[in-house]
């Protein structure tokens, strides 16, 4: 790995990336689909980080809460509807400010989000979601598999 | 935890820190989530396995590290709405520097605890 080089890196990379975004076709390999899940899953903690700011810090557990079932949904999603990332990033990281902020909420005068906190804030999340996919769901009817697509990343198909 | 199970998490732990300091100020472009998870995926795993680094001792220090990331990134971005490969490349350099001397002042804290300066040279003669 050539340090000096970021561009020389970043060509690589968007060789990668741009593929996929501009076939928009599910990508095959199980081991593509967890690798792309990584970099999803770092720029969510990313606006995370951006929405709670210097109010708090994080607890280290809930960071392993966030990121175990955060990782599970966003690759379950990935897997139904393919790396749609390119499109959806928006949405997504928006819903990862809401989450930060209700977990901000929860935490109130700890100073720092510990794990109950964080699930919490999940729990909220996903009923947003859901209600959001619903919603959007019945405005758009003939879009087939629509409203799972949309509860999709946070949501996930586990809630039934 | 294993440290290539563990440096996940680590990432993440540090994208939040670096996203903490930036705030509202700036977003990120996507490309530099990918150059810095590769880069520091590469360091934090070499500290790990290589110097016996642990993330339990030492998150505190690394995540205020990230921060710093953070700081150094909106500095060299200036007034781009967004922070590019470049101001992260400076950044990450600024970075790189800043460590080099702290390991440079606690290799020399460290000496200075095994050989405390009260402690005569054994050569030299006292002179009561």
């Known amino acids: 790995m050539n340090l000096d080089d970021p561009k020389g890196q970043l060509a ?41 700011g210097m109010r ?41 400010w809401m989450f930060a902020e209700r977990a901000v909420r929860y935490a109130g005068d700890r100073g720092s989000i510990d794990v109950e906190s964080a699930r919490q804030a999940a729990a909220d999340v996903q009923r947003y979601c859901k209600l959001h996919a619903r919603r959007a769901g019945k405005l758009n009817p003939d879009s087939e598999g629509g409203q799972s697509r949309i509860a999709g990343y946070w949501c996930g198909d586990d809630e039934g | 935890m294993a440290p290539a199970e563990q440096i996940d998490y680590i990432l993440n732990d540090c994208f939040l820190a670096v996203g903490q300091t930036i705030g509202t100020q700036k977003s990120l472009d996507p490309d530099v989530i990918h150059w810095w ?30 921060r710093f990331l953070g700081e150094r990134a909106l500095f060299h971005a200036q007034d781009r709405l967004s922070i590019d ?21 606690d290799g020399v804290a460290g000496l200075r605890v095994k050989y405390p300066p009260t402690l005569a040279h054994p050569d030299t003669k006292t002179v009561n």
């Open chain 1, 12 to 52: 690589a990379t968007l060789v990668h990336s741009s593929t996929d975004a501009a076939s928009g076709a599910h990508l095959e390999s199980t081991t593509d689909l967890e690798h792309a899940v990584d970099f999803v899953v770092d720029e969510c903690f990313f606006a995370m980080g951006q929405a709670i």
């Open chain 1, 56 to 96: 708090m810090t994080v607890d280290y557990d809930a960071v392993v809460f966030m990121r175990e079932h955060y990782r599970a949904k966003f690759l379950s999603a990935m897997q139904a509807f393919g790396n749609r990332w390119a499109q959806d990033r928006q949405n997504v990281t928006s819903v990862a």
């Open chain 2, 37 to 66: 998870r590769t880069r520091y995926r590469a360091a934090f795993l070499h500290a790990m396995v290589e110097k016996g680094n642990s993330w339990e001792r030492d998150r505190q220090r690394v995540t205020a590290v990230g």
């Open chain 2, 85 to 105: 490969l470049e101001s992260a490349a400076r950044a990450s350099a600024d970075v790189d520097s800043g460590c080099r001397m702290n390991a440079i002042r």
